[in-house]
Structures are given as structure tokens and as C-alpha cells.
């Protein structure tokens, strides 16, 4: 099995991942360009016991939204009735080229915290997110998979 087609299986919850592997998968999956993202990406964790990922599930987060390089909403949560809206307790971000494990890729840099979201292609609309916390023990991964466009 290929290490795109494994990473699809963990984020379509066919398998759960093996202690490590987040990690090793991550740094095997290719780089993917900052301009790819564009758009609203529904998001999830792998572990959601994670303390980060206890979080997000507080918030009742649904995903982040790419509008252009320097307008991203890393905090996309939905409303007691459905809706989406922007989470604004994390501040805004931004998107960049960002060198991780030896590897350029697109990555979200949060313009008030110490907290960059890296990102690698498991397939055209699905990537994994490697979540780089200062002060933070481990990393969080998650993945997210891109909405189709609104007509």
C-alpha cells in the first residue's frame, strides 16, 4: 500500500493509525504548493484525545478557510444551528512556504501565536496537517478535506 492510499484510509476511519506512524506517513507525503489550498476544507483529527484535538471538539470546529496567501481563517466552527462561521479567538493567519523535516511545503502561520500548520498532499482535495505548537510536547495531526465550490 502506498503512503498516500494509507493516509486516506486513516482519514477516512477504515483503520486507526499505529503509535508513530502519524509521524512517519507525514514526513513521506509529498510537499504540496500554498496556492493548492484555496478554498473551505472540512477538517478532523486522528486522535481525538489528543488535548489540542479536545479543543477543537469544544469549539465545534468544522475546518479552516483559504481565501488567498495573507487571508486565511484557521478557526472555521459551526453554529448551534449548523452554520459556519470564524472562530476569532486564534487571531487570523497566513500562508507560506515553510521548510519542515527538511521539506518546503505549504504551511498556515498564525499571525498572533507561535503556531504553524504544516501540510502535505495525500490526494487532490485531502491533506494532512502537522500542527507545530511552541510549548506544546507533540504535534497534532489532523487532515483536512476540500468543500466543492459553491455555484
Same mark, same amino acid.
Given at each position: 500500500m !502506498?503512503?498516500? #492510499? @494509507?493516509? /486516506?484510509? /486513516? &482519514?477516512l476511519g477504515h483503520d486507526l493509525p499505529r503509535p508513530g506512524e502519524l509521524a512517519a506517513l507525514f514526513r513521506e507525503l509529498p510537499p504540496v504548493a500554498p496556492a493548492r489550498l484555496t478554498g473551505l476544507w472540512r477538517g478532523g483529527v486522528f486522535d481525538p484525545e489528543d488535548r489540542m484535538a479536545r479543543l477543537l471538539a469544544r469549539l465545534r470546529w468544522y475546518g479552516k478557510r483559504f481565501t488567498d496567501p495573507e487571508d486565511v481563517d484557521? /478557526? &472555521?466552527? @459551526?453554529?448551534? #444551528? *449548523? *452554520?459556519?462561521?470564524?472562530? #476569532?479567538?486564534?487571531? !487570523?493567519a497566513r500562508l507560506r512556504e515553510v521548510v519542515y523535516e527538511g521539506v518546503p511545503s505549504a504551511a498556515m502561520v498564525y499571525d498572533g501565536r507561535p503556531i504553524i500548520d504544516h501540510f502535505r498532499l495525500v490526494a487532490d482535495d485531502v491533506l494532512m496537517g502537522a500542527m507545530d505548537a511552541k510549548g506544546e510536547a507533540s504535534v497534532l495531526y489532523f487532515h483536512l478535506t476540500r468543500e466543492p465550490e459553491e455555484p
Open positions: !502506498s503512503t498516500e #492510499d @494509507r493516509a /486516506l484510509a /486513516l &482519514v484557521p /478557526l &472555521v466552527c @459551526r453554529t448551534d #444551528d *449548523g *452554520g459556519l462561521y470564524t472562530y #476569532d479567538g486564534m487571531g !487570523s
